[in-house]
């Protein structure tokens, strides 16, 4: 029976958030709202995503399709559909969208608390080869939200109330945190629900993985540098650490959680900030990561107390074990001595 009755007692997101919104007596169900169009968005894109490869095959995704209508990009249509959801929630006051130049200011009529950041197909060059990319998204409460300001978008990544990716790969996984722990739920398409499938993550403690681009070493800085070369030739008596990478950073970071390790994404001569950007890349994993057990960090400081000054600033970003991390950390703040 314990076999049924966890096949009958299913842990939705829906149900997992009503939940979550259950201890905060205060909430008005906002937050539950907010989610449900986050959801929502990611089940479209997912269905859209899936079908891409089929349309580059009948020639629909990024040419004509067969009315001869401009087949819009998978990343444009999936941002007018998360900013449509979010708009459309009556939840939300700004959107700050890597799609998107200036951040969305919501019309009065349907504004409401919450601000929040998205990549809405972070990684989506590579969606013609087939490997896994990603939604990324946080949220930000906004206390004076009848006349919204641009300074309410660029809060420090603690300020924000939820962060979460999803997934779109073999299968489609929506990881969330709503700030106590981690979760992640898996698309049952049968059933176009959430399923909690990864309850409470904890990233391991140490990792045996790495996971940088090595064709960007010739700029890298010294503790990047001397970190790499310690993972690729330890002190004796340890073993070196594999290297995985695969350039889509909602991949590289769900392995990261899952199995431990560091993700890196430095500064370099090119690009002195890195490359990644602070609102809706770097801060939404650095918050999973830290609630999941792991830390985040900018080569100067903790990710999260990163202030923000532009809507799309890059910052370079080290995430993953807290162990692993701390090695780094180590190495940046040897340098800032000498
Ligand atoms: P590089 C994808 O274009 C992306 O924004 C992230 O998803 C990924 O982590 C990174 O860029 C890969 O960058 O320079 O290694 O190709």
Redesign the pocket.
């Known amino acids: 029976h314990a076999a049924d009755a966890l096949r009958t007692d299913l842990m939705t997101i829906t149900r997992y958030v009503l939940n979550e919104q259950s201890k905060h007596p205060e909430s008005r169900g906002d937050f539950t709202i907010l989610l449900s169009h986050i959801v929502l968005g990611c089940k479209f894109v997912c269905s859209s995503v899936n079908k891409a490869g089929l349309a580059k095959l009948i020639g629909l995704a990024g040419e004509t399709n067969v009315q001869g209508e401009e087949q819009k990009k998978l990343d444009v249509l999936s941002n007018d559909v998360f900013v449509k959801a979010l708009v459309s929630s009556g939840r939300t006051c700004i959107l700050v969208s890597e799609e998107d130049e200036e951040a969305t200011f919501v019309e009065p009529a349907l504004r409401g608390r919450y601000c929040v950041v998205f990549d809405p197909l972070?990684?989506s060059?590579?969606i013609d080869c087939g490997v896994s990319i990603g939604t990324i998204f946080g949220v930000y409460m906004v206390k004076d939200f009848t006349e919204p300001t641009l300074d309410q978008a660029l809060q420090p990544g603690k300020n924000m109330v939820a962060a979460g990716y999803c997934m779109y790969g073999s299968s489609c996984t929506l990881v969330l945190s709503t700030g106590s722990g981690v979760n992640g739920f898996t698309l049952d398409p049968s059933l176009g629900e959430f399923i909690l499938t990864h309850p409470d993550i904890k990233i391991p403690k140490k990792g045996k993985i790495y996971s940088v681009?090595e064709?960007?070493a010739k700029n890298w800085d010294g503790p990047t540098a001397k970190y790499v070369e310690n993972c690729k030739f330890p002190k004796e008596g340890s073993s070196p650490k594999s290297l995985r990478?695969i350039?889509?950073?909602?991949a590289?970071v769900h392995r990261t959680l899952l199995y431990g390790g560091i993700f890196l994404?430095p500064a370099d001569k090119k690009s002195p900030s890195g490359?990644?950007r602070v609102l809706y890349?770097v801060f939404p994993m650095s918050f999973l990561m830290e609630q999941a057990g792991g830390q985040a960090f900018t080569g100067k400081e903790r990710a999260l107390d990163l202030l923000p000054k532009k809507i799309h600033e890059r910052s370079p970003i080290f995430l993953g074990s807290y162990d692993d991390v701390e090695e780094i950390k180590a190495l940046y703040a040897a340098e800032a001595k000498n």
């Open positions: 972070d990684g060059s590579n681009n064709g960007n990478y350039g889509s950073m909602v590289d994404y490359k990644l890349e």
